[in-house]
């Protein structure tokens, strides 16, 4: 019986397994039921089967494991110094290859490098030790970055016949025109910004992408823009040549539009109202650029008007500062936005030059030799749509009468200007901003309505002149009025009456004491939030301030003791600096900042001795002795 039963078992549970029949899907001893490891390099991450980060682990060799399915590989901030052919060619799913920041030199790169990286949309070998580009780069390659290497020379497979090329950056190597070749781009019709700046070229290179939309060529040694160089450029937004070597004789009537298409005051013109607005951001003020005298206009013959794509329709964006131009440009397209012609040589600058561009809406003239004549009366009144004109550093005498309507803001510090008459500012109701620090300014020769018409003026600043007192008119809408670096013997209140908005006022480097304030000079600037009282003569502190008031500067006066009372009138005060006083330990009474609740930060240092500082404990934080 026990046999029996024991046979019907065998044959219930089948044939004994065999060597290779065990179900694979069964994890037998010693094994785990999740999938392998990823292959990764020693050292390196990857966050994704397709990504292998290598980046900043010192490598002196090329990693010899990396996955063929890698579709991103990054090495950049290594010391490569070559890339070896039989790794690089496993590698043929490669969409991103950046190789920034190593020591890899022409003689590292075969000339076979690249050709099985048939898929490779972007290359990033910046920063290494390159003297000729790579003769052949992938058809596939949309962004190629070979900035900051020794590159001389540029072959013609390098980046021609690249249909989905956008973007070429070239800028800090040593190319110069012979370096490039004339069909350097040929079959790239997509190049959208190439980016040459800080090379060695001479002219403008010819034969330049059709498409390009942003051209960089600044600081290089071009001191002329061939006939034609621009011909084919008719989308090109933003060109940049500025630090170069450019002299009037270097640009000429079709250097910004074409001869053909300047046609007769009779021919018809195109509708620009079909192009696109400009679409560029602007952040310009505080920058550094200028231009000169000029040439006489070519006569073109009178010929029928052209399409727009016989011109720079789309130029929005032109620096030619730091050249040594004599004249405007002539011909200026007229979507021309904006125009730096500052650090140039101009001293005079013709109407008939601006008149095309009648789109300008900032104009830079700035460290040019603009004289006492360099801007005739009208000169620039074509430009309707101007918004801000830069003319610092130059040396004109007066502000320049005429100028458009629509001007927002005139910067006009460091030039000669000794006096303002009652209409040299009329013309300007729009103006924002008048800048004219660092003239030659007396309030004898300031009229009393000078500022009258600037009805929309928000910031003025006459600092760095030699007025004597406030001037008087000024607009009520003020938000900010600079007067530091005067000559300021006294307050009168009545010239401050009516600027009820205004939120910062400086006075510092003046020759202000505590008796030339007069009684209610503060009582109608009840917005003053900013007030600069530095480096006077001031005794103590100035009684009955704004009630706004939330920043002090006391700073290089005679202050020697601060009183319980200094403070009642600003209760919202947040910083209080009076460094370089007379104070000694106890010069401030103990009940000083009551009531100063929002007070953080109190500047005691660099007087006699160091200052006990004592703030309520409900204020933000507890300053120490002698500083914040």
């Not at 004599?326 to 500052?342: E, Q």
């Not at 300021?488 to 600027?499: I, K, T």
Request: net charge positive.
């Amino acid at each position: 019986m026990r046999l029996s039963l024991l046979l019907l078992l065998l044959l219930l549970s089948g044939p004994p397994p065999t060597p290779g029949m065990e179900d694979a899907a069964f994890p037998h001893m010693g094994e785990s039921s999740q999938p392998p490891p990823r292959a990764c390099p020693p050292r390196c991450s990857c966050p994704r089967a397709d990504t292998v980060d290598c980046n900043g682990l010192d490598l002196q060799v090329f990693p010899d494991n990396i996955t063929r399915a890698a579709q991103h590989l990054s090495l950049q901030n290594n010391q490569l110094q070559e890339l070896p052919y039989n790794e690089l060619s496993r590698l043929s799913s490669l969409r991103t290859l950046n190789l920034h920041n190593n020591l890899i030199s022409s003689e590292g790169l075969p000339d076979e490098a690249f050709e099985s990286l048939t898929q490779l949309r972007h290359l990033y070998v910046a920063h290494n030790k390159l003297s000729v580009a790579p003769q052949f780069l992938p058809r596939s390659l949309r962004i190629a970055d070979l900035a900051a290497n020794q590159v001389t020379e540029i072959f013609p497979l390098t980046f021609g016949e690249k249909p989905a090329l956008r973007s070429v950056y070239l800028h800090n190597n040593q190319l110069s025109n012979a370096g490039l070749p004339p069909d350097a781009f040929h079959g790239s019709e997509a190049v959208v910004t190439l980016s040459l700046s800080s090379n060695r070229l001479s002219y403008l290179p010819p034969s330049l992408p059709p498409s390009l939309e942003r051209l960089h060529l600044q600081n290089n040694f071009i001191s002329k823009v061939p006939r034609g160089a621009l011909s084919r450029q008719t989308h090109l937004r933003e060109l940049y040549l500025q630090h170069n070597q450019l002299t009037d004789s270097g640009l000429d009537a079709t250097t910004f539009r074409l001869a053909s298409a300047l046609t007769s005051k009779r021919a018809s013109r195109p509708d620009l109202s079909t192009h696109p607005a400009p679409s560029w951001g602007l952040q310009l003020l505080s920058q550094d650029r200028s231009s000169t005298p000029r040439l006489p206009l070519e006569a073109p013959s009178p010929t029928p008007a052209l399409s727009p794509a016989s011109k720079l329709y789309h130029l929005e964006y032109l620096d030619l500062s730091h050249n040594q131009l004599a004249s405007v440009p002539a011909a200026l397209p007229r979507s021309l936005a904006v125009l730096h012609l500052g650090r140039n040589c101009i001293r005079w600058v013709e109407a008939a030059r601006l008149r095309g561009a009648r789109g300008l809406r900032y104009l830079l003239l700035q460290h040019n030799k603009l004289g006492a004549t360099g801007l005739p009366a009208g000169a620039l009144r074509p430009l309707r749509g101007l918004h801000t004109l830069h003319l610092y550093g130059n040396r004109l005498e007066r502000v320049p009468l005429a100028l458009p309507r629509r001007l927002r803001a005139l910067v006009l510090p460091h030039n000669h200007v000794t006096a303002l008459g009652a209409r040299d500012l009329a013309g300007m109701p729009g103006l924002a901003e008048l800048n004219l620090a660092y003239n030659r300014l007396v309030s004898a020769h300031v009229h009393r309505r000078a500022f009258r018409p600037l009805r929309a003026l928000r910031s003025l600043d006459l600092a760095g002149n030699r007025l004597t007192r406030v001037p008087g008119g000024l607009p009520g809408g003020l938000h900010t009025l600079r007067l530091q670096r005067n000559q300021l013997r006294a307050l009168e209140p009545e010239l401050l009456a009516g600027l009820h908005e205004l939120r910062e006022l400086s006075l510092a480097h003046n020759h202000l004491r505590i008796g030339d304030i007069g009684p209610g000079t503060w009582h109608e600037l009840q917005a003053l939030q900013v007030l600069d009282l530095s480096h006077n003569e001031l005794s103590f502190v100035p009684p009955d301030l704004p009630e706004a008031l939330e920043e002090l500067h006391l700073q290089g006066n005679r202050i020697g003791h601060v009183g319980s009372e200094a403070f009642l009138s600003t209760p919202r005060l947040r910083a209080l600096f009076l460094r370089a006083n007379r104070l000694h330990m106890t010069s401030i009474a103990p009940e000083a900042f009551l009531g100063l609740l929002h007070l953080s930060v109190v500047d005691t240092a660099g007087n006699p001795e160091q200052v006990l500082v004592q703030l309520p404990p409900t204020a933000p934080r507890q300053p120490r002795a002698g500083g914040s």
